[in-house]
């Protein structure tokens, strides 16, 4: 085999990159050394013959004929050290890329199912959109959808996060409707019959909302308030 390597003019490296078995395998076999055992040593020396345009099974016979009382069984530090290792290395594990990306959409679906089930951490049935979010972010279009949100015995808060801050808002029985942090930027309505508690961590980072009324910021930067909003007007007690 070295012989047939040289006439065709190719390196140890480029026959291993051609036949994918490791370069220190091809130089033993090259010194008759077979010790990854007799069930490698077939497979790479059928390998090897073919991409030199040897006779596979003539080879094969000759290794036989010189190594018929040396058959000698697979060695573990072989095989994790010898081609199946360098495969692993070179060609990408696509069974275990499937398996996580699999696993993250799990992940994500169950995530959303639970965030919309009136946990804690996520939006609820009780929590109004201001806007669609193909809508057109205008003043005209989010008053009318706080206006439409309104009806006789409910109260609307709007809770617009300057910069990220803790939030908590309950109705009137004590009854979570949310409670996490806002990120900056976000905008979020939330509606309860006849009275809502809100808890802000920050009173300074938000700006509030309520029935259709802007109260401004309700607090200092670092304030933490409670205030209780009754339906029918915007007045905190």
């Known amino acids: 085999m070295a012989e047939a390597r040289e006439r065709a003019g ?7 990159e051609r036949t994918r078995v490791r370069e220190t395998v091809i130089e033993r076999f090259e010194r008759d050394d077979f010790s990854v055992g007799d069930f490698y040593a077939r497979g790479h020396i059928r390998t090897i013959a073919s991409d030199l345009g040897l006779d596979p099974d003539e080879i094969l016979r000759q290794y036989e004929q010189e190594n018929a009382d040396i058959a000698s069984p697979v060695k573990a530090s072989a095989v994790f050290r010898g081609d199946v290792g360098e495969r692993a290395r070179r060609v990408p594990n696509w069974t275990m890329a499937v398996a996580v990306a699999l696993a993250i959409v799990a992940v994500v679906v169950i995530a959303r199912m639970l965030g919309g089930s009136g946990g804690k951490t996520g939006p609820t049935a009780a929590q109004l959109p201001v806007t669609a979010p ?24 709007k809770v617009t996060a300057r910069k990220q801050s803790y939030l908590s808002v309950k109705d009137a029985k004590g009854k ?24 802000i961590g920050d009173a300074g980072a938000v700006r509030l909302e309520v029935n259709g009324r802007d109260l401004g910021t309700p607090g200092k930067d670092g304030q933490m308030i409670r205030r209780t909003f009754d339906a029918g007007g915007p007045s905190p007690r």
């Open 134 to 157: 193909h809508a057109r972010h205008d003043k005209g279009h989010e008053k009318k959808t706080v206006e439409e949100a309104l009806a006789p015995g409910v109260v609307v808060v």
């Open 176 to 199: 979570e409707i949310f409670q996490g942090t806002l990120p900056e930027g976000k905008t979020t309505t939330y509606s309860a019959k006849d009275r809502m508690k809100v808890t």
């Open 10 to 16: 190719l390196t140890v490296r480029q026959l291993s």
